[in-house]
């Protein structure tokens, strides 16, 4: 195989802003759980985790490593909560970064 034949299949991730993705999200989980029908002891303890990098809005790793440990749950709060914004930015978080 000719080396033009091998696509590469590297993604960078120049000029995509994961740390506000994953701010993005967090503010949209905050939001949907101010609604106790959507909060509970998980995202209790999720919101215990936010890194103070994320109150200082100082970009950060550990921001969006919180957000992509918990795609699926953050997926599920925002389906059965109806927060599509929430749902958008973590599908967009989550395709171009997780």
């Known amino acids: 195989m000719k080396n033009e034949e091998i696509e590469d299949r590297y993604v960078s991730f120049m000029n995509i802003d994961c ?18 029908r959507y909060n509970n002891p998980f995202w209790d303890a999720f919101k215990a985790k936010i890194p103070q990098a994320y109150f200082d809005k100082a970009p950060n790793e550990k921001v969006l490593y919180l957000v992509c440990a918990s795609v699926f749950y953050l997926e599920e709060l925002f389906e059965e909560s109806g927060h599509e914004r929430g749902m958008e930015i973590m599908q967009k978080c989550e395709y171009d970064c997780c």
């Open 19 to 36: 740390y506000k993705h994953a701010s993005d999200v967090i503010d949209c989980v905050i939001e949907a759980t101010s609604d106790e």
